[in-house]
């Protein structure tokens, strides 16, 4: 029989993995983001098994974790949201600035102008 998760150290846990995602959101690091993905399922899961019906204490009560990391959590959280509604309003702009901007289509997928007719330069001798 495996231990039940503490419901306070899972808190805990989660404000440090969105604490980590947010400075990873800022400073650009998408490979820590991807690294996180696998923690924050883990707290998440950690979650669902420390609030599964069966791992109730004998009173039927969980503990609790304190106001104040309840709500370091709670901000780490709004921080993310704030993040990512920035990040999807700045990915909207782009693609609204592409579509609109009269040079859009200029460009193919490998940087290269449509006017660009070759890759190879002809030289004669």
Not at 33 to 61: C, H, K, M, W, Y
Not at 90 to 115: F, I, K, M
Request: aromatic share 6%; glycine share 8%; proline share 3%.
């Amino acid at each position: 029989m495996t231990a039940k998760p503490d419901v306070a150290s899972l808190v805990r846990e989660l404000r440090a993995t969105l604490d980590h995602i947010g400075d990873a959101l800022v400073t650009g690091r998408y490979d820590d983001l991807i690294t996180t993905e696998s923690r924050l399922a883990g707290v998440v899961s950690g979650f669902a098994v420390a609030f599964a019906p069966s791992n109730a204490s004998a009173d039927g009560q969980l503990q609790r974790p304190l106001a104040s990391e309840l709500n370091d959590a709670l901000t780490a959280l709004r921080r993310c949201q704030k993040l990512g509604d920035t990040f999807t309003d700045l990915g909207e702009s782009w693609l609204n600035v592409g579509v609109t901007h009269p040079y859009a289509g200029a460009y193919d997928r490998s940087g290269r102008s449509h006017g660009q007719a070759s890759s190879t330069l002809e030289t004669r001798v």
